[in-house]
């Protein structure tokens, strides 16, 4: 993320507002509902029902607070329109949950646990300023491999997802000179892989499984999410830095509304390679994951119920996949 494409907020109908810094209450409040539904489902799943749909409601609010953030000031297609989807999508998990699609539990315990893992690195400062310096001492390492003299330097990081009024000077900086202004890019708390992570974290530790399986599953998707994100912005960081991604100026700079041309090698490599192929890698990963630890269909169903209207039945297929190809390791169990 490029601090040179980051702003604070956004002037809508002449009012000042700050998605981000109105989102954060609501995203305590969804946090409090999503673990609150956990708690209570340890003693009745249909007392838990109510407390998980408000916590869906609340969600619901939280991403439509935050997606003028990501239309207007970070231009992202991918998030922008996830975030606008995500509103419907949230509210009709709740109606389903209030009426009694009880299996939802298991998608509204993956959020909880996900959040659990994210805000922590979200609000406590020298917990997120240690892994964005470790981020980017690992991509700095990368690019002298390659045969690049990195220049890093203090940066302001202000994630757009994070306290936004508040500028933290850490070691997270790129400074690229030669060009017709020196580039900085940025790396933030959503440059560092931990918002997929705690994803397929919390979905993982979600569903019910022997322990042994669940480990080993989540470090096999923590090490390839961790591995592929330092690559991805090694990646953004020197063709934006280097101006190695020029394509088509006149036209990306009319897609994006940008003033500055220097910009369309990051938003070519950033906005439309790298996150829309975080996303097919995403998938990709999931079913990978899936064939090792097939209780994770529960979720997946859920989530293509959600959007497609259409009941699945994933499960029964993984796990004859499993089945088939051999006995469980001893200690599965």
Not at 259 to 273: E, H, P
Request: charged share 15%; with cysteine; glycine share 10%.
């Amino acid at each position: 993320m490029s601090e040179t494409v980051l702003q604070a907020g956004v002037d809508i109908a002449g009012l000042s507002f700050d998605p981000v810094t109105v989102s954060e209450p609501l995203m305590w409040l969804v946090l409090a509902a999503f673990l609150g539904s956990v708690a209570v489902a340890q003693y009745d799943e249909r007392l838990a029902r109510p407390v998980g749909t408000v916590g869906w409601a609340l969600f619901a609010a939280y991403w439509l607070v935050l997606a003028p953030h990501f239309i207007l000031i970070q231009k992202s297609v991918v998030e922008g329109l996830g975030s606008v989807i995500a509103v419907p999508l949230s509210l009709y998990t709740g109606y389903l949950l209030w009426n009694g699609r009880e299996s939802l539990l298991v998608l509204t315990r993956a959020i909880g646990l996900m959040g659990v893992i994210y805000v922590p690195f979200l609000t406590i400062g020298p917990l997120r300023q240690t892994i964005i310096e470790i981020v980017t001492g690992q991509v700095s390492f990368l690019m002298t491999v390659l045969g690049y003299d990195p220049v890093v330097v203090d940066g302001l990081s202000h994630n757009g997802i994070d306290i936004a009024s508040k500028q933290y000077p850490y070691e997270n900086t790129f400074w690229f000179g030669g060009n017709e202004r020196p580039i900085t890019y940025t790396i933030i708390l959503a440059c560092t892989g931990i918002g997929s992570i705690s994803i397929f974290a919390g979905g993982i530790l979600a569903v019910k499984a022997p322990w042994r399986r669940k480990l080993r599953v989540l470090v096999v998707a923590v090490g390839i999410i961790y591995v592929l994100n330092l690559i991805r912005n090694l990646g953004i960081a020197l063709a934006f830095g280097l101006q190695k991604a020029q394509f088509f100026p006149g036209t990306v700079m009319a897609l994006f509304g940008l003033s500055d041309a220097q910009l369309v090698s990051y938003y070519i490599v950033d906005r439309m390679l790298a996150q829309f192929g975080s996303v097919i890698v995403l998938v990709g990963l999931t079913w990978v994951l899936m064939r090792e630890l097939p209780e994770l269909t529960v979720i997946v169903e859920d989530l293509l119920f959600l959007v497609t209207g259409t009941e699945y039945d994933l499960g029964t297929a993984f796990e004859k996949n499993q089945s088939e190809s051999g006995p469980a390791t001893p200690g599965d169990d």
